[in-house]
């Protein structure tokens, strides 16, 4: 079996929207591109909340809107703070949608699908163990067990759990209390037809996401999500990974991360949702909560390239998670950067950082830059607990009277004295959160 | 030698679910994957290859979606796959199917070579009938055996080992001869990536409709089948009441169980029949 072809020009390890646009936009530069990947089939080793937004995404896959498995498009946010006895809501609805729904391994599949077509050579159930350096560090190709492929380039597109940079050097073991990472849980639920649409004001093909703050984390800085599908519902948290193995060590949660999914769908506000549905998945995934802090010190080194997760290229705001639109993107710019790096004569650092000089030059770097200091918020307790209780106080306060109503301001100086926290830093919190945001 | 080896590609069992009301399976959205006992007639096969040469081609009737199914076993290191596919074979009992497979192994001898063996699993997850090996093996006219754990080519014979729950039996087959490998007598090799991309460059897979094998309609797919599926039962899951006891020792778990038998009014009348004086 020595015949076989181990040599390529690009190797992308990771059929994720990252892998799959850099191997599509590579291909389509005429590369003989490999895209390997670990499951069973592009994107089944991948899980998420549910919403894509489909701006950037215009640009990395053409007639993406027309031929992608869409599920629904989003029309209408909803937040909710919910407290130990009450909830507060606000909605919006959109004029033009600019997010859809979709099962992310049915995209994904279409993704790399659309990469096959222009030739990429797509393995699964493939794992990668290592990155192959030459003598001077270079990257010069991969190895699965026994096997070795060569490319002149290879593209990381791992995902947030990067054991080969790791292995590699490049960036530190994950410490789970201390990264900038999220774990998120969240359980599918099969709905009757037409219930979707009945139990939250939706017509046919629209969609919601749903984001849920306050005391369903149990003080862990998070959320809960729910979005809606053809006939299926997401629903699920997303938490700061070091608090929840403190809150699982220090009893807080009985089982895992998975109990607070189970307080959403249990909880008497959102179960008449989905009554008579059934549980068809349940999931677990790590997901980045501060791009910019879990950036390798490069995203390009000699004959490699990093892109989506693995880069550190999510943006998640509390109110907004967008990963999926990054990746992809991120993965378009190192195929230019590759045809570029190939133009100037190799794939040595030096070329190769011309990708590292688009990211920081495009929106994605832009917008993680901008935000960067809402990352502060994913470590302040109070907002997921007592600040939670104060608004819902606020609002009790305002409603919940049988003789007389107090003006608002009397209403909100109540509610800050219960909950035991001083009226002007409150202030000063909120103040710094809207700048942020 | 050269080694056929059968494959079916079967629906996860473990991801479907029957519908109480119409006795039907719902498939909808399972994915479909190569049954797991084939996989451990795969690695048979391969290390038979592999110890005294020769060539294994995996073979498999099944709708086109199952050549994701032969990438997977070449990916494990079989050479070539072929796929039977035809609508006149849709609907097939075993019968109708191993009719269709050992008019595919004469057509493998006469196109590609000699076969020496063909190798299939004990049986599968969707239908657990065993019945493809030893009609396949009857079609040919070939000598049969199962429950096999071990070969050796030995003068132009196999001898082969297989194990009954209270002996191991030794046979001198002649070949070419069929044999069914006893489900996880050996664990099925990973994929590969080199052979993953020579499944992807190389594309070693024929595809036979019955254009290639010219078999009579009357023989094969529905029409071929006698068997007729009257009825599907569903069982339901009766309630049982769970709970958890974590004993110190042996003994103290027996203490238990029998102190949470005698407690139950049914369990302690049987038990008191079962062992009489004895209580």
Known sequence: MGSIPTRFDVIVVGAGPAGAAAAYHAAKRGFKVLLVERGRGAGSKELYGGRIYVGPLR?????????????????????????????????????????????????????????????????????????????????????????????????????????????????????????????????????????????????????????????????????????????????????????????????????????????????????????????????????????????????????????????????????????????SYSGMLAAEAIAKAHDLGG???????????MVKESFIYKELVRHRGICWLTKERRFFTSYANILLGILSNLYVQEFKHPTVFEAVKASIRSGGEALLPLIGRILKVVREL | MRVVVGIKWVPNTQAVRFDPRTGTLLREGVPSIVNPHDLVAVEFALELRDKYGGEVIAITMAPPSALKGLEHVIGMGVDRGILITDRVFAGADTLATSYVIAHAIRKIEREIGHVDLAVFGQETIDSSTAHIGAQTASWLGWPYLYYVTKAEPVDGKLIVERTLEDRVEVYELELPAVVAVAMRSRKPRPVRLANKIRAKLEKPLIIWSNKELGLDPRCVGLRGSPTVVAKITFTPEVPRKKKIYRPRSGDDAAHWILKSLLADEKASKILRRILGGEM
């Not at chain 1, 895992?256 to 998945?281: A, Q």
């Open chain 1, 347 to 357: 794939m040595n650092a030096e070329n190769l950082r011309v990708y590292e000089n």
């Open chain 1, 59 to 327: 640009d990395v896959w053409p007639g993406i809107e027309k031929e992608a498995p869409i599920h629904r498009w989003v029309v209408e946010e909803r937040l909710s703070i919910i407290g130990d006895g009450e909830v507060a809501t606000l909605s919006y609805r959109y004029s033009n949608p600019v997010s859809f729904t979709a099962y992310l391994p049915d995209l994904t599949r279409w993704m790399v699908s659309k990469a096959e077509e222009e030739g990429v050579v797509f393995v699964d159930e493939v794992r990668v163990d290592s990155l192959v350096r030459d003598g001077e560090g270079r990257v010069i190709g991969i190895r699965s067990g026994p096997d070795v492929a060569y490319a002149s380039v290879v593209v990381d597109a791992e995902g947030a759990n990067r054991l080969l940079l790791e292995r590699a050097g490049i960036v530190d073991a994950l410490d789970a209390k201390r990264a900038p990472i999220a774990l998120g849980v969240k359980e599918v639920l099969k709905l009757p037809k037409g219930a979707i649409e009945d139990r939250l004001g939706l017509s046919d093909g629209e969609g919601l996401s749903w984001l849920i703050a306050g005391t369903v984390t149990k003080g862990i800085p998070g959320g809960g999500f729910i979005y809606t599908f053809k006939d299926t519902i997401a629903v699920g948290v997303v938490v700061h990974l070091g608090h929840s193995v403190n809150a699982v060590e220090a009893g807080v949660l009985k089982e895992s991360v998975k109990d607070l999914v189970e307080s959403i769908r249990l909880h008497p506000y959102f179960k008449r949702l989905w009554r008579d549905s059934d549980i068809v998945e349940y999931g677990a995934h790590l997901t980045v909560e501060c791009g910019l802090d879990y950036m390798p010190p490069h995203l390009a080194y000699d004959g490699l390239v990093i892109v989506g997760d693995a880069a550190g290229l999510l943006l998640n705001l509390g109110y907004t998670v967008r990963g999926v639109d990054l990746a």
